[in-house]
Each structure stands twice: as structure tokens, then as C-alpha cells.
């Protein structure tokens, strides 16, 4: 009892009365921000596919990426509102519906990891414990249509930023992990990992990593975030 009393006093020193999950998301992009990023794909083999991304983020539950490397995805375009996903082809010139757990470059990433919103929009806090350095977050899903019913996610204390994230079916099973690595300072206040790295037990031999180039902040507006603007976002870039 006291060791539990003690680690909830030493939690809000550290982390005051706001939520830590909050505290991370606010660490790892500004409410709203625009970014730069690479997607790599690597195969058992050790073939490789890359892809470059332009994405912009609002509030906790609104992000656009663009497709602006290799060319033969270039101009394609997803819209995440909430768990609602939209993909736009240029070829065929309307938005088609997409699912969180598809992935519209392949590899481990999926199209939740790849747009992801805020954790806080998407997890509860179900249990933390203190291991020194790092705090173990247990996350539960808010509702069935987030894509991993659970979370183990470690924050390292310092950087109040992720270093590991385990993700969960809601019958136990790992579905894959997240590496976060490289602290960088982006400028602007933004300290977080530039690479996240991610395996999974369902794809033996596959790894994915996305590096982040760029993070800037930046307000838009809310008109980027809907499907009539879906195939403009490269009206928005900077």
C-alpha cells in the first residue's frame, strides 16, 4: 500500500494532474503540425521499398498524408478522421473507404500506425507501473473499431516519450511491437524519437521502419480535412 501510495505521489510530481498518455502525445507532435517521413519495407530477402510522405495533423483525431516518392505512388492521398479512413488514386479520381488494420504500402506498418492519431484519443490508462527509469503503461482500447484492443506502452521517465509499445488482440495475442529510437530535436520544442521500428510474430522475417525527416508546427484549417478535399492535399503543402 505504501509502495503504491508512494509511486502515485512521485507520478504526480513528475507528471502534474494531466494525464501522462496526454503529456506523451503533446511530446511527440504539437496539436497541430505538418511532417515529413520515410516509409522502408524491408523483405526476408533483404529487398527493399521505400516510400516518401508528407502528412499533416490537427487536433487529436484529424491527419492527411501525401504520397510524394516512388512516382508510381505519387499524388495518392489518405484521410483519417476519427477510425473513418479514406484513400484517394489519382487514376481513379474519387476517395475509396480503407480500414485501419489494411495497409496501403504494405510491409508490417498498417494504415493506423501510419496515420496515427493521438493515444489519448484511442486508449484509456487501465494500470501503470513504475520500473525506474521507464513507466508501463496498460492501455485499453476505447471502443472495437481502434485497431489493437490493448497496449503495453514504455515511456522513459525523462522524455516522457515511448521507447517500446506492444500491441494487442483482445484475445491476448501480439499482433506487434514498436521500437522508437533516436531522440532528436526537431526544433520548435520538439524532442521525440525520429525512427520507429516495428517486427511482428504474424510476418516472420519482415521489419518496417519509418523515419521521421522533418516536424514542424503549423495551423490549418479544417476544410483540408474533409473527403471533397482529399486530392488537394498538395494544395496545402509547404
Not at 516522457?160 to 506487434?176: N, Q, R
Request: charged content about 30%.
Amino acid at each position: 500500500m505504501k509502495k503504491t501510495l508512494l509511486f502515485l505521489l512521485t507520478a504526480v510530481v513528475l507528471f502534474g494532474a494531466e494525464n501522462i498518455l496526454e503529456q506523451v502525445d503533446k511530446k511527440l507532435s504539437p496539436s497541430s503540425a505538418d511532417s515529413y517521413k520515410k516509409l522502408i519495407n524491408i523483405e526476408p530477402d533483404g529487398s527493399k521499398k521505400e516510400f516518401l510522405l508528407y502528412q499533416i495533423k490537427k487536433d487529436k483525431d484529424k491527419i492527411v498524408s501525401l504520397f510524394l516518392q516512388p512516382d508510381s505512388e505519387k499524388g495518392r492521398s489518405t484521410l483519417r478522421l476519427d477510425e473513418n479512413m479514406w484513400l484517394y488514386l489519382p487514376e481513379v479520381g474519387k476517395p475509396i473507404r480503407i480500414t485501419s488494420m489494411q495497409s496501403v504500402v504494405g510491409g508490417v506498418f498498417n494504415n493506423s500506425d501510419i496515420m496515427q492519431l493521438d493515444f489519448s484519443a484511442e486508449y484509456d490508462i487501465k494500470s501503470e507501473k513504475d520500473e525506474g527509469a521507464v513507466l508501463v503503461l496498460d492501455l485499453k482500447a476505447k471502443n472495437e473499431t481502434v485497431a489493437y484492443d490493448k497496449l503495453l506502452m514504455e515511456v522513459d521517465k525523462k522524455t516522457v516519450t515511448p521507447t517500446k509499445i506492444a500491441c494487442y488482440t483482445s484475445t491476448g495475442m501480439l499482433i506487434k511491437t514498436l521500437y522508437y529510437k533516436d531522440i532528436k530535436d526537431f526544433g520548435g520544442g520538439i524532442i521525440r524519437a525520429a525512427v520507429i521500428e516495428t517486427d511482428s510474430p504474424l510476418y516472420k522475417g519482415y521489419k518496417s521502419i519509418m523515419v521521421y525527416g522533418k516536424i514542424t508546427e503549423r495551423k490549418v484549417s479544417d476544410e483540408l480535412f474533409t473527403i471533397e478535399n482529399i486530392g488537394k492535399v498538395h494544395e496545402f503543402r509547404k
